[in-house]
């Protein structure tokens, strides 16, 4: 009888092992595409360029997912982050650079063209959307879009708030004569 339950105990972690082998992955299926992953191993190596050229091979075997336009756009940012020096964790090790007055000018180009990729994917995910409302991977793409662009209206505020500050400097100094 003690052989049984063991054999019954062992056969049932089998079987459950097995079953958890098999639950589906969660994730876009494009993220499985061997080319993507190629994308990102270059990403990670900080190899723009070399990523760019990848995700835009991406871009050109699916034009129209939204997702393989999230990858040249996420790789556009963060190519200027690191090109602006702001990927150096040094950077955030104090709260100052919360205050901190640091001049970031994004060649218009490259702003441009986030822009324009983000202007594209969130309208490829309207349409997607507006076909099935329950598409879920259009809500990842579009939060993933406005999570990427995020360092770009940061860009912009701190260009606004460095013109606040020139503005109010002049008004205070202009007061005082």
């Excluded at 082998?21 to 990102?40: E, I, K, M």
């Excluded at 075997?61 to 556009?76: C, E, G, R, S, V």
Aim: hydrophobic content about 40%; overall charge positive.
């Amino acid at each position: 009888m003690k052989r049984w339950g063991w054999l019954a105990v062992l056969v049932m972690a089998l079987v459950a092992g097995r079953a958890g082998a098999q639950t589906a992955v969660h994730t876009d299926p494009l993220n499985l595409d061997p080319l993507v992953r190629q994308g990102y191993e270059r990403f990670y190596y900080l190899d723009f360029d070399g990523a760019l050229k990848i995700f835009n091979q991406v871009a050109q075997q699916h034009p129209q997912d939204p997702m393989a336009w999230d990858y040249i756009l996420m790789t556009t940012v963060f190519r200027e982050l690191y090109h602006q020096d702001l990927l150096d964790t040094t950077y955030y090790a104090h709260d100052s650079f919360l205050s901190n007055k640091r001049d970031v000018p994004v060649p218009p180009g490259i702003h441009q063209q986030i822009e324009d990729l983000t202007n594209k994917v969130i309208a490829m995910c309207d349409a997607n959307l507006a076909a099935n409302a329950s598409d879920k991977n259009s809500y990842l793409r579009v939060g993933m879009q406005r999570g990427c662009t995020l360092p770009s209206s940061l860009w912009q505020s701190t260009r606004l708030r460095q013109r606040r500050s020139r503005v109010m400097v002049r008004a205070m100094t202009a007061s005082r004569s």
